[in-house]
């Protein structure tokens, strides 16, 4: 059982567009971290979120918390081809983190 | 600050060989996580160390073990490998597993099964 929801799974844009991605859970976490990975690379951490309804913006990403610590969105403007990666939501818990399957972007020039 | 170091990068093994991988924390991380990552199936959590204790452990077979020194390096083992143990290896530190805690990760090391 998968216990953070990615979606969409596979999302293939062109490049300039606007997109959002999801992560969904059941479960509430104590934190929440979003990662980009390229290909034959590990994950590279962009953000940490903790508290419930908090935004973080990093240039042209747009990371949101949900209330309930539950969910969180990733919101890119303007997409370029360099955002092109495995996207990747991990809830924490005290010992434990809990990965989504992620989301497959392709920014296409 | 170095980052996460795993290696080797890139190995090659017959079915039934066993194989080790090496993973140096971020100096100071006492917290060592390994996972298995395929395109089918994701990243798959296999177990954590912290202060040389395995915490946590996924589920996979018992020819996957690992341990962790005194100065926080970890090494993984699989024995008796198998065509589908081919996957990008991970290795993540962290400060501390409390609640806020954040990993980060190695470059991974690429296993191939033949």
């Known amino acids: 059982t998968q216990l953070l929801e990615q979606s969409p799974q596979f999302l293939s844009i062109q490049e300039g567009e606007n997109l959002t991605v999801y992560c969904n859970s059941s479960s509430v976490f104590s934190s929440l971290q979003w990662y980009r990975q390229e290909p034959g690379e590990g994950p590279v951490l962009l953000v940490t979120?903790?508290?419930?309804?908090e935004v973080k913006k990093l240039k042209r990403l747009t990371f949101q918390f949900g209330d309930a610590r539950k969910d969180s969105s990733l919101h890119i403007t303007a997409a370029q081809p360099g955002d092109t990666g495995l996207y990747l939501c991990?809830?924490?818990?005290?010992?434990?983190?809990?990965f989504g399957s992620g989301t497959k972007l392709n920014v296409k020039p | 600050k170095a980052g996460v170091t795993q290696t080797p990068r890139y190995l090659i093994k017959t079915r039934g060989q066993q194989v080790t991988l090496s993973c140096s924390p971020i100096?100071?991380?006492?917290?060592v996580s390994w996972y298995q990552q395929t395109p089918g199936q994701g990243l798959q959590f296999l177990f954590e160390?912290?202060?040389?204790?395995?915490?946590n452990k996924g589920n996979f077979p018992g020819r996957f073990s690992g341990r962790q020194f005194s100065n926080s390096r970890s090494e993984m083992n699989v024995s008796t490998l198998e065509l589908g143990d081919s996957a990008l290896y991970l290795c993540?530190?962290?400060?501390?597993?409390?609640?806020?805690?954040?990993?980060?990760f190695g470059q991974g090391t690429r296993l191939t099964v033949v």
């Open positions: 979120v903790v508290t419930g309804g």
């Open positions: 100096s100071g991380h006492r917290s």
């Open positions: 160390y912290f202060s040389e204790t395995q915490r």
């Open positions: 993540a530190s962290s400060l501390m597993l409390t609640a806020n805690t954040e990993a980060f």
């Open positions: 991990a809830g924490a818990d005290f010992n434990k983190f809990y």
